[in-house]
Nanobody, 124 residues
Framework: QVQLVESGGGLVQAGDSLALSCGAS????????VGWFRQAPGKEREFVAA????????RYVDSVQGRFTISRDNAQNTVYLQMNSLKPEDTAVYYC?????????????????WGQGTQVTVSS
């Protein structure tokens, strides 16, 4: 089992930056692929970014490409999502997730472990 806890959400203005963190505990974290997802009110949870177990491969949804960066520190059992140039449409609850699949994974059904989520609100 892996337990995930997100932090770093908040209320910011359009154009600002925000950094999310996701701390992991339980089994050895560096064997897992990781990802960030988000869910806005009334919408389905959507893929945002993913990172392979070794940090060498990444994938982003088109809407955040060039603005968001996913990274990990396996020694610290932590995954990060740096969000720059935030837009009101980025407003959502952000979830981190981990999967036994060590490669980049973009689908929610492939993830085994989820955090509780952290709210990000971007005002215009």
């Amino acid at each position: 089992q892996v337990q995930l806890v997100e932090s770093g959400g908040g209320l910011v203005q359009a154009g600002d930056s925000l950094a999310l963190s996701c701390g992991a505990s339980g089994r050895t974290f560096d064997n897992y692929g990781v990802g960030w997802f988000r869910q806005a009110p009334g919408k389905e949870r959507e893929f945002v970014a993913a990172l392979s177990w070794n940090g060498y491969s990444t994938r982003y949804v088109d809407s955040v490409q060039g603005r968001f960066t996913i990274s990990r520190d396996n020694a610290q059992n932590t995954v990060y999502l740096q969000m720059n140039s935030l837009k009101p449409e980025d407003t959502a609850v952000y979830y981190c997730a981990a999967t036994d699949i060590r490669l980049v994974v973009t689908t929610t059904g492939e993830y085994d472990y989820w955090g509780q989520g952290t709210q990000v609100t971007v005002s215009s």
